[in-house]
Each structure stands twice: as structure tokens, then as C-alpha cells.
């Protein structure tokens, strides 16, 4: 059984902070995706990483691909308020993928 | 497109009644999903179709079903529902592929079970 873990489960920080969160496996994948959540809506994906140490950037969200394949993180440059909502990892198995509890971020003004 | 449409947005069942929950895409995607979504929660997946006529559990199936009769529907049935079945319930498709194919999902379904 594998295992998927993403820290820390909360965060709450100021406006204009950075921060960084995880998603840990035990297991080995062919890509991992990563959505945000906002409140009373679905998931929407914001990138997929396929290549061990690929690093892909989305304006201020750098996102990385551990170079086993294994884990993965999310770090957010001067966060904004907007950022807020539950952030969730997906590496993916055959056919489907497989969510994480997700970190649930709060940015304050 | 529409995208991933889902029916009803909410519903409170008493024990024991059934329910359908009804899911529609009109993007021609060969995949579909269900999830469910507990209240602080990741998704974990209910069930999934790989194409019309083809269905299979994920990792919390019991005390559900589904059909996938056409494309484009994937309705998921609630039989004798019970409190622990209380959450939001997710709809999402994708196109077919191993990697790095994006799911698009729905705007969910509340169900509360008293």
C-alpha cells in the first residue's frame, strides 16, 4: 500500500511571506500533478511533473519533482491573499491518480 | 462546452433512502471519476470508467454504484444510504493517457445523511 503524505497539513501566514509545502510517497511515479482547491469548488490543476528534478514555474508558485520520483514540493514566492485554499498533491498510478489530504493555506492580509 | 456538470449541488437523505447522483461531461472524454471529499479532506476515489460499458472500483467503493452507458454520463447510485456516506461528492473527467493528463472536475455535490 502506498503511502502519501503532504506537510504541513495547515499554514497560516502574512501577506508578502514565502512558504514551502511537501508531498512525500513511498512510492515511485511516472508524473505527479498539482491542484488548488478554492472553497465550494472543484479542484483545478495547476501543473504536472513527469521528469525526476524537473522544476516548473507558474508566476510566483515554483513547483519541483523529486529526483526519485518519490516526492515533491510547492514553494510560493510573496504570497497574496488569492493563494488561499487547499492544495493538493496527485502522483499518478495506472488509469487514475491518487490525492493527498492536501496542505490547506491561509494568506492574510 | 459546459465542462463537468453535476446534479443536484446539494441533497439530505434520511438512512436508509437511495439516491442517484447524476454526472455529465460533454468534452468526449473517455475517462470519468467519482469522489468523495470528507469534510477537511483530500478525495479519495469511489469509482472510475475507462470508456463506455467499462467500470471499476477505486479505493472506497462500498455502499455504491455506478453505470457508464454512454460517454458522456456516469451516474453514481447511493443504495441505503448511512451517515458515513455524509460528505461532498466529486465528478471529474479526462481524456485518455498515462501521464500528465488533466482532470476536470465538477462543482460537487453536498450530501448530508441524518
Known amino acids: 500500500t502506498q503511502l502519501l503524505e503532504q506537510s504541513p497539513q495547515f499554514l497560516s501566514i502574512q501577506e508578502g511571506e514565502n512558504l514551502t509545502v511537501y508531498c512525500n510517497s513511498s512510492?515511485?511515479?511516472?508524473?505527479l500533478q498539482w491542484y488548488r482547491q478554492e472553497p465550494g469548488e472543484g479542484p483545478v490543476l495547476l501543473v504536472t511533473v513527469v521528469t525526476g528534478g524537473e522544476v516548473k514555474k507558474l508566476k510566483r508558485l515554483t513547483f519541483q519533482f523529486g529526483d526519485a520520483r518519490k516526492d515533491s514540493s510547492l514553494h510560493i514566492t510573496a504570497a497574496q491573499p488569492g493563494d488561499t485554499g487547499l492544495y493538493l498533491c496527485?502522483?499518478?498510478?495506472?488509469?487514475?491518480?491518487?490525492f493527498g489530504q492536501g496542505t490547506r493555506l491561509t494568506i492574510n492580509p | 462546452n459546459a465542462g463537468v456538470t453535476q446534479t443536484p449541488k446539494f441533497r439530505i437523505l434520511k438512512i436508509g433512502q437511495s439516491m442517484t447522483l447524476q454526472c455529465a461531461q460533454d468534452?468526449?472524454?473517455?475517462?470519468m471519476y467519482w469522489y468523495r471529499q470528507d469534510p477537511g479532506m483530500g478525495l479519495k476515489l469511489i469509482y472510475y470508467s475507462v470508456g463506455a460499458g467499462i467500470t471499476d472500483k477505486g479505493e472506497v467503493p462500498n455502499g455504491y454504484n455506478v453505470s457508464r452507458s454512454t460517454t458522456e454520463d456516469f451516474p453514481l447510485r447511493l443504495e441505503l444510504a448511512a451517515p458515513s456516506q455524509t460528505s461532498v461528492y466529486f465528478c471529474a473527467s479526462s481524456p485518455p493517457g498515462l501521464v500528465g493528463n488533466e482532470q476536470f472536475f465538477g462543482p460537487g455535490t453536498r450530501l448530508t445523511v441524518l
Open positions: 512510492s515511485v511515479f511516472s508524473s
Open positions: 496527485a502522483p499518478r498510478g495506472a488509469q487514475k491518480l491518487v
Open positions: 468534452m468526449n472524454h473517455n475517462y
